[in-house]
Nanobody, 123 residues
Framework: QVQLVESGGGLVQAGGSLKLSCAAS????????MGWFRQAPGKEREFVAA????????AYGDSVQGRFTISRDNARDTVDLQMNTLKPEDTAVYYC????????????????WGRGTQVTVSS
C-alpha cells in the first residue's frame, strides 16, 4: 500500500520559514514523480511544486516561485518543501502527492496523496 505522510507543519509568523517533509512507503520511490499541493478553506487544491524521479527537473507554482524549494532524497524516500518568506496567504493544508513515472502539474493527474499537514502563517 502506498503511503505518504507529511510532517513539519505548524504556526509561523509572516516572513518566517518552515520545512515540510513527506515520507513515502509502499512504492519504489525512484519510479515516482513527487509533488506538493495546498488547499485553503473555500478554495480548490493548488499546485505548489513538483520534482521528477531523478530530481533534475523541477516545477513551481507562480505564487511560490522564488520562495519555496522542493527537493527529494531518494536514499531516504522523502521529499521536502522548504518554505521561506512565508505570507498569510500561504496558510493552507499542504499535501504530498506521487505519480508513477511522469510529473504532471494538474491536480487531477496525481494518483497518490498524503493526508496533509496544516501550515498557518500569522500576520
Amino acid at each position: 500500500q502506498v503511503q505518504l505522510v507529511e510532517s513539519g507543519g505548524g504556526l509561523v509568523q509572516a516572513g518566517g520559514s518552515l520545512k515540510l517533509s513527506c515520507a513515502a512507503s509502499g512504492l519504489t520511490f525512484t519510479n515516482y514523480a513527487m509533488g506538493w499541493f495546498r488547499q485553503a478553506p473555500g478554495k480548490e487544491r493548488e499546485f505548489v511544486a513538483a520534482v521528477t524521479r531523478s530530481g533534475v527537473r523541477i516545477a513551481y507554482g507562480d505564487s511560490v516561485q522564488g520562495r519555496f524549494t522542493i527537493s527529494r532524497d531518494n536514499a531516504r524516500d522523502t521529499v521536502d518543501l522548504q518554505m521561506n518568506t512565508l505570507k498569510p496567504e500561504d496558510t493552507a493544508v499542504y499535501y504530498c502527492a506521487a505519480k508513477y513515472m511522469t510529473m504532471p502539474t494538474a491536480v487531477a493527474d496525481w494518483t497518490h496523496w498524503g493526508r496533509g499537514t496544516q501550515v498557518t502563517v500569522s500576520s
